[in-house]
């Protein structure tokens, strides 16, 4: 018997775009010089696999995660793929938020990417710079043509709230917050009002940072799809409307296993049984942060 292949799970962006609901972390990628060959190896790897989006940041490894992306992008565009079928999240610092200082930030990621324009351009968290500020700068970089879309990061309801009554504030494409089955806190309001806004929610963190991806309470439900912990709860997110997951993974065995986890279908015995182990909330909680 052949099995059924499901269709892959997608999230809209407010201006039409779908993209896949799945896509790679890159955090604590071009930190040591003596891992980059491997690091290296393994984004390659990943866009061989069919992976398009990539999330990363100047922040991570100083600019080093970049540049190995910005490599393994040149080398897959090399082999034919093309531009427009990657989708590349970068972000910039808080203290690179202001409208002039955003500019030079934006050029140099774009130099460690080897790309002329990034995809969707985040604001890694809030910081001390006004939101009207921030969202000049990123319209400035759009009329510039080096970003396509731009959105926040560690955004809490308020915060969003805020930047929406901000001039320019609603053409915010994304807020990418920690959420994963052991911090739900989101559900409560962050979750249901981005997807009133037709704002899909990045998931960082999907694994709690390696916590989930052996916990003995997804083992259950894992057996019964014959599929792993973590595989589990990546597919418990990878369900959700307007919800994508950025799961970092360093080897092909990861890879292989998270892009498999596409094809988990959890039941509704499943579920009730995840939310029996990993509560959803009952109140307002103040936005996880890692
Ligand atoms: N905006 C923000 O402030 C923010 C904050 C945190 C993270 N992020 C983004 O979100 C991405 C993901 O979050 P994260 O890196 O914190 O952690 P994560 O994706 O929750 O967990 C990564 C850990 O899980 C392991 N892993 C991955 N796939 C696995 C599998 N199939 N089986 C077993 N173990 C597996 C990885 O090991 P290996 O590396 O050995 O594969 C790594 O140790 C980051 O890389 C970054 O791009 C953004």
Redesign the pocket.
């Known amino acids: 018997m052949v099995a059924r292949v499901q269709p892959l799970p997608e999230v809209g962006f407010p201006n039409g775009e779908q993209r896949p609901a799945l896509g790679l972390?890159?955090?604590?990628f071009g930190e040591a010089a003596d891992r980059r060959a491997e690091e290296l190896a393994s984004l390659r790897q990943a866009l061989e696999m069919g992976w398009r989006v990539i999330?990363?940041?100047e922040m991570?490894g100083d600019g080093g995660a970049e540049t190995l992306t910005g490599q393994a992008l040149a080398d897959a565009q090399r082999a034919g793929v093309p531009r427009g079928e990657f989708f590349v999240v970068s972000?910039a610092l808080p203290e690179h938020a202001g409208a002039h200082a955003l500019q030079a930030a934006c050029e140099a990621s774009l130099r460690r990417l080897q790309l002329d324009s990034i995809d969707l351009y985040l604001l890694?968290?809030r910081g001390g710079v006004p939101l009207a500020e921030t969202v000049r700068g990123f319209e400035q970089l759009q009329r510039r043509g080096l970003i396509r879309m731009w959105g926040v990061?560690?955004f809490d309801l308020d915060d969003m709230c805020e930047l929406g009554a901000a001039p320019g504030g609603k053409a915010c494409a994304t807020n990418?917050v920690?959420y994963?089955l052991s911090q739900r806190g989101v559900e409560h309001d962050l979750l249901p009002w981005q997807r009133v806004q037709q704002m899909p929610l990045m998931a960082?963190?999907?694994?709690?940072?390696?916590e989930l991806?052996?916990h003995p309470r997804l083992r259950p439900v894992a057996e019964r799809h014959r599929a792993?912990p973590?595989?589990v709860a990546l597919a418990w997110l990878l369900r959700q409307r307007g919800v994508m997951a950025?799961?970092?993974?360093?080897?092909a065995l990861?890879l292989r296993?998270?892009w498999a986890a596409q094809q988990v279908r959890l039941t509704a015995e499943d579920l009730a049984e995840l939310d029996h182990h990993f509560a959803p909330p009952t109140e307002r909680q103040p936005l996880a942060?890692?």
């Not at 960082?204 to 390696?210: A, H, K, M, T, V």
């Not at 950025?246 to 080897?251: E, S």
């Open positions: 972390g890159t955090w604590r999330d990363t940041a991570y972000k890694h968290w990061s560690n990418q920690y994963s960082y963190s999907p694994f709690d940072q390696g991806v052996d792993t973590a595989q950025i799961p970092k993974a360093g080897n990861h296993h998270n942060v890692r």
